[in-house]
């Protein structure tokens, strides 16, 4: 089975500032995908970028961006110029490419960031 | 617009006393699941449903039932609800299974069983 790990809790930046939340997951296949979802205090679940394993390119949304390192199974989501707006929980999440029970999303803990103004 | 909606949005009830949380999607999607948050735990998948009447349980589902009659609904049923269900459940569905197709979540429902 699929694990994905969130190790930091709770993370804090300065209005303006670059961050970046960690995500390390385990899996034994080859081919699969990786999302980061945001979920401000509204408690709605918003797809912030997503990553397909087979792509080398890093996934970049405007000021979000991911640094997808498969060997070492980490996909860490970096925030640029950070705003008010962006605080949230965060949470990373893994997705199979196999239909069933597999087709489910696999989430990590989360992560609560704050910005400071 | 392309929505999942759930009603209620909040519930606070009773051990013991039956309730239905309605899930419904206007996108036409094959795929629909719950999941359940909890402080700590991320959030976790309790039941899928990958077309209408093909149901199946995902990693949480002892206390809970799901029913797929249609394509666009898809409810959890608590028959016997217990303090330990108390949670944020969130309903998602998706166009297919298997693929990267984005999992669109409803806005979620805060149950409280006391």
């Known amino acids: 089975a699929q694990t994905v790990t969130q190790s930091q809790p709770e993370m804090s930046v300065q209005e303006a500032e670059t961050v970046t939340l960690s995500c390390t997951y385990d899996t034994s296949e080859s081919d699969y995908y990786l999302f980061w979802y945001k979920q401000p205090p509204s408690r709605q679940m918003i797809l912030v970028i997503r990553q397909e394993a087979y792509k080398q390119q890093n996934a970049t949304e405007n000021r979000f961006s991911v640094n997808f390192q498969k060997a070492a199974k980490s996909f860490s989501l970096k925030i640029s110029d950070s705003q008010l707006g962006d605080a949230a929980m965060y949470f990373c999440a893994y997705r199979s490419p196999y239909t069933g029970a597999n087709s489910k999303l696999t989430f990590g803990k989360g992560i609560t960031l704050s910005v400071r103004p | 617009e392309a929505q999942v909606t759930q009603n209620p949005r909040y519930l606070i009830t009773v051990t013991g006393k039956k309730l239905t949380v309605t899930c419904s999607q206007n996108?036409?999607?094959?795929?629909m699941s719950w999941y359940r948050q909890d402080p700590g735990l991320g959030l976790r998948q309790i039941y899928y449903?990958?077309?209408?009447?093909?149901?199946d349980k995902g990693d949480v589902p002892e206390g809970y039932k799901v029913s797929r009659k249609e394509k666009r609904n898809f409810p959890l049923i608590l028959e016997s609800p217990s303090p330990n269900q108390t949670s944020l459940y969130f309903c998602?569905?998706?166009?297919?299974?298997?693929?990267?197709?984005?999992?669109?979540f409803g806005p979620g429902t805060r149950l409280t069983v006391t």
């Open positions: 996108m036409n999607h094959e795929y």
């Open positions: 449903s990958m077309n209408v009447e093909v149901t």
């Open positions: 998602a569905s998706s166009e297919r299974t298997g693929v990267s197709y984005e999992q669109y």
